[in-house]
């Protein structure tokens, strides 16, 4: 069964340092792999995906994650924080048919 | 771009009422979906419809029910709220066609069931 695990529930992050949210995933099969962003009272928004291809991909506001296969994880990664990065991040894979499996979120924190 | 809409934002209705969430999208998906999101759970999918008139049970569609009848609408209907449906309600839509599987979500909606 498809799923994905976030170990943090919550990132602190200085303003101008780099950030990682985490991801680590489980599927069977090659994974199709998203990040969202979700900032308070709005709903998702879509960060950048996986499919294929490169290991590094890049996606909105700056952002980037690196998929790495032998550790099952797609870290999402910022190198300069924002304090308007400060929101709730989903991780997501591809599941039976066109479901997406999300996981329980991080929350990040930029501290000016 | 893709625009996603929910018919409220925020909704209080009493325990027993029968509640509807509507949500229409702008792109001519095929697809369509309900979430519910809570804290330290994540999304959970209650129910999704990859057509107009069908529909399919997600991980949790337990006192929730859902109608298709045009393919840009889908709405998700709590028989007899009860207050453990007290959450926030998120749609989405996606087209396979893409073949990149990424949804499109609307803003929610905050239901409180008192």
């Known amino acids: 069964a498809q799923s994905v695990a976030q170990p943090e529930d919550q990132v602190n992050v200085a303003e101008g340092n780099p950030l990682t949210v985490k991801c680590t995933y489980s599927?069977?099969?090659?994974?199709?792999l998203f990040w969202y962003v979700q900032y308070p009272n709005r709903g998702l928004q879509f960060l950048l995906k996986y499919i294929t291809g490169d290991n590094l991909v890049k996606g909105s506001y700056g952002f980037e994650a690196e998929f790495n296969k032998s550790q099952t994880s797609f870290h999402l990664k910022k190198p300069s924080a924002l304090v308007s990065d400060s929101a709730l991040y989903f991780c997501?894979?591809?599941?039976?048919?066109?479901?997406?499996?999300f996981g329980t979120g991080t929350r990040l924190t930029v501290i000016p | 771009d893709v625009k996603v809409t929910q018919s409220s934002r925020y909704l209080v209705k009493r325990t027993g009422e029968k509640v509807f969430l509507e949500c229409v999208q702008d792109m001519d998906h095929e697809n369509m979906f309900w979430y519910r999101q809570d804290p330290g759970l994540g999304l959970r999918l209650i129910y999704f419809?990859?057509?107009?008139?069908?529909?399919e049970k997600g991980d949790i569609p337990e006192g929730y029910s859902v109608s298709r009848e045009k393919k840009e609408r889908f709405s998700l209907i709590l028989e007899s709220a009860s207050t453990n449906q007290t959450s926030m309600y998120l749609c989405?839509?996606?087209?396979?066609?893409?073949?990149?599987?990424?949804?499109?979500f609307g803003p929610g909606t905050r239901l409180t069931v008192t």
């Open positions: 599927v069977s099969g090659n994974p199709y």
């Open positions: 419809s990859y057509d107009v008139k069908m529909k």
């Open positions: 989405a839509s996606s087209t396979p066609a893409a073949a990149t599987y990424e949804q499109y």
């Open positions: 997501a894979v591809r599941g039976y048919q066109n479901n997406l499996f």
